[in-house]
């Protein structure tokens, strides 16, 4: 649902995209004065300027080495506080996107903006978005590790012998293993027939599929601007259908995706350092400036959050999860508490909230059949009231009381 701050957000964030899309360096200059303070900034990794000079400065640099170019935001606009964070693409003169990014504001009770801080690819969400230049480049830039390597690495993570594999797979353990020392050469229907039976991520069976020189299988959203748009609208529809409860969507490294507002009113009561993209639900819960500080029910939370964490590393290995694995396992456990208080069928997320009792509990909604490799790395998390007083206060916190 739109709502008049949502309205607010985005007409700051568009007001700036405006002015610096301006061809006329004189109207330019004047929409600088109308989009930022007199103190501005922009700050993005090759150019930055301050004041009105230095942004106007800015402007004139972007246009001579992007002529005909403009700024579109490809993204909602979100914020808490005084800071709004969107996705943007830089557009040639034909419409294709040359350059995409996300950036980060401070905006200042005028409304107009303060502080712009910019990131080159669009990492408003982490490594989900990140993988538009790391998972979904083009086959033949890089060369990609042998079939049988990969096959044989995630075998051995499957706990499964060749003979195993071999049977469940329906062929001979002799062919397997001429495979995995690279003597045979699987064909597509073999490598697709071992990796359902490995329970391969989609992501890793396209791998395979172009270590045996043959075309991925799964399309990657985050590959295509436009397919990357379908995909977070659908998202924000799924998130919109349960305000005023708490929704996020969180990718394969559980940095959030996008988040609907009633999780933006629980982020309040985190520290806004933690808030920096890519914003990562683990540290935002368990990290001692984070959620933690409000959960009563902090240590047999942190046990759940590292059972997922470590079941995740287990099922779909990356050096990602092994460092925030090590970081989470490194911050303080609480002391034994005291048993939940109330009836449970399952672990409630208990937090104290301004002197109230929450308690939430979370369910995780996926892709039934997910055919697309983004769509596949995604879950859907949400926190349904436990009790009467949560469902009350998180209506009356969605209606402003």
């Known amino acids: 649902m739109t709502t008049a701050r949502t309205t607010d957000l985005a007409a700051t964030a568009d007001r700036y995209l405006t002015a610096l899309n301006e061809a006329d360096p004189a109207t330019r200059r004047r929409l600088i004065g109308e989009a930022w303070t007199p103190e501005g900034s922009l700050l993005d990794p090759p150019l930055a300027g301050q004041g009105y000079d230095g942004l106007a400065e800015v402007g004139d640099q972007l246009h001579a080495g992007y002529p005909g170019h403009r700024f579109t935001r490809t ?44 990131f080159f690819g669009d990492r408003a969400a982490g490594p989900w978005r990140r993988g538009v230049t790391e998972r979904a480049r083009p086959p033949g830039r890089l060369q990609p590790p042998p079939a049988g390597a990969l096959l044989r690495e995630w075998r051995a993570r499957r706990r499964l012998s060749q003979l195993d594999l071999a049977t469940l797979a329906g062929t001979s353990s002799r062919h397997l293993s001429y495979v995995e020392t690279g003597r045979s ?8 027939r071992l990796a359902d039976t490995l329970a391969l991520p989609l992501a890793a069976c396209n791998q395979v599929l172009l270590g045996a020189g043959h075309a991925p299988a799964y399309q990657d959203a985050r590959a295509d601007p436009a397919a990357t748009r379908r995909l977070l609208e659908t998202l924000d529809l799924a998130l919109a259908a349960y305000e005023p409860w708490p929704a996020l969507v ?45 959960i ?19 099922a779909a290995p990356s050096p990602d999860l092994s460092a925030l694995l090590a970081e989470a396992e490194r911050w303080p456990a609480p002391a034994e508490e005291a ?63």
């Not at 050469?185 to 697709?192: A, D, F, G, I, Y």
């Open 75 to 118: 993204s909602e606009v979100d914020g808490h506080h005084d800071r709004i964070r969107f996705s943007w693409a830089l557009l040639d003169p034909a419409g294709e996107p040359v350059l995409t990014g996300i950036d980060v504001a401070v905006v200042a009770p005028d409304g107009r903006v303060a502080a712009v801080t910019g």
């Open 250 to 294: 969180l990718d394969a490294a559980f940095d959030v995706v996008v988040a609907n507002a009633a999780v933006d009113r629980l982020l309040a009561l985190v520290d806004p350092d933690l808030l920096d993209p890519p914003v990562n639900v683990i540290r935002l819960t368990l990290h001692p400036r984070g959620l933690s500080r409000h």
């Open 296 to 314: 009563t029910n902090l240590g047999a939370w942190r046990a759940h959050l590292l059972r997922q964490l470590r079941q995740h590393a287990a």
């Open 185 to 192: 050469t699987p064909s597509r229907e073999m490598v697709l």
């Open 339 to 401: 048993p939940s208080a109330g009836p449970s069928f399952a672990l409630p997320l208990e937090l104290s909230v301004g002197g109230q009792a929450l308690r939430l509990y979370s369910t995780v909604a996926t892709f039934g059949t997910p055919l697309d490799v983004a769509a596949s790395e995604l879950a859907i998390e949400t926190f349904l009231p436990a009790d009467d007083t949560t469902r009350l206060w998180l209506s009356a916190a969605a209606q402003g009381v």
